[in-house]
């Protein structure tokens, strides 16, 4: 499974892996779109680009997940789908760009799941292992 929840006290865990950096990145965002709204119900009518940078490639999975959450607060949107362009470490710093394909909310439509607040470094792991990248982190919801 590319992507799992982990039980938190309070807030949910979600652990993303995949034999590259990019597979993990996608498998992460793919995770979070799901644990918000049942992405059946959402039309693929646009494309958002979305982007992050950070010190380090577990970071970057932080980061890309609040400007994700940013992005659908931002644009008032529901995604069904993420596709990662680029993923790579640039003059010391990590870099993800990405497509999101959804639509404008509507509440009467979308079945929303979890309301979630923003990627936390609570329960935080990053790991480059022989089978690939591991990345865990605790949402706030």
Not at 21 to 37: Q, S
Request: charged share 25%; glycine share 8%; proline share 2%.
């Amino acid at each position: 499974m590319p992507y799992e929840y982990l039980e938190h006290q309070a807030d949910i865990g979600l652990e993303a892996t995949g034999a590259t950096l990019e597979e993990a990145l996608r498998d992460g965002v793919t995770g979070l779109l799901n644990l918000l709204v049942d992405v059946e119900t959402v039309e693929p009518r646009e494309e958002v680009a979305v982007q992050a940078s950070a010190e380090d490639a577990g970071a970057l999975f932080v980061s890309l997940l609040n400007a994700v959450l940013a992005t659908i607060d931002l644009r008032g949107m529901f995604f069904r789908e993420f596709r990662i362009t680029r993923a790579e470490q640039v003059n010391g710093r990590w870099i993800a760009e990405g497509v999101l394909t959804g639509e404008p909310i509507d509440l009467s439509r979308h079945a929303v799941e979890i309301e979630v607040k923003a990627a936390t470094y609570g329960g935080f792991l990053a790991e480059q292992t022989d089978r690939g990248w591991r990345f865990r982190c605790i949402l706030d919801i």
